[in-house]
């Protein structure tokens, strides 16, 4: 491919021409003698230069705040020189670039999550499994123990009796006083761990 000019590099790599004078200024790509531009080459430059950890220019694709020249690229830091070293052939940085992206979204989705499942512990929207458990386990306890006592409180009331509706309504009072006693106990309530216990 022929060297091309700044507007016809622009128009390659779809950016502005001001973005590929200010990459050709800072020297993040380099021209010929004669002022045009080897697209292939200026590619693996421009993409070995691109540092992937800052925010992203919605048009150009660039980064927002431009580094110095020569200062390294977090992707080239982050990689290290190793694979560089072993000829990973044309493209190879645009790979170590991309894989460096796909690590740095991963991550911050990772952290975003864990963000996510702090606030809603301490605003009381998500509670301990453990602590739940423990709740429940010991509420069912509470209503076994009450309901296997009512044999014994209403065995010798109703050993004296005959009648089918008096036995009936004895077991319905003793029945409804249990519930009732167990309905009173105090709520569940469940919040953030204290930072204390630690």
Do not use: C
Request: net charge positive; no cysteine.
């Amino acid at each position: 491919m022929a060297g091309l000019t700044i507007r016809g590099y622009a128009r390659h790599r779809g950016v502005s021409h001001t973005a590929v004078r200010k990459a050709l200024a800072s020297g993040r790509i380099s021209a010929a003698p004669d002022g045009t531009i080897d697209a292939q080459k200026a590619d693996r430059d421009w993409a070995g230069s691109t540092d992937q950890s800052k925010p992203r220019n919605s048009v150009t694709g660039v980064p927002k705040i431009s580094r110095s020249p020569g200062e390294p690229s977090a992707a080239l830091i982050t990689a290290g020189p190793e694979p560089m070293a072993e000829g990973v052939g044309e493209g190879g940085a645009t790979r170590l670039v991309s894989s460096y992206a796909a690590s740095r979204a991963a991550r911050e989705s990772y952290l975003a999550r864990l963000a996510k499942l702090d606030f809603e512990q301490r605003s009381g929207r998500l509670v301990d499994a453990d602590e739940v458990r423990a709740h429940i386990f010991g509420l069912g306890r509470r209503m076994r123990d009450t309901l296997l006592g009512i044999p014994d409180r209403l065995a010798p009331i109703l050993v004296g009796q005959s009648d089918q509706a008096v036995i009936h309504q004895l077991i319905t009072e003793e029945l409804m006083t249990s519930l009732g006693e167990l309905s009173k106990s105090p709520p569940l309530r469940f919040g953030p761990k204290s930072e204390s216990t630690s």
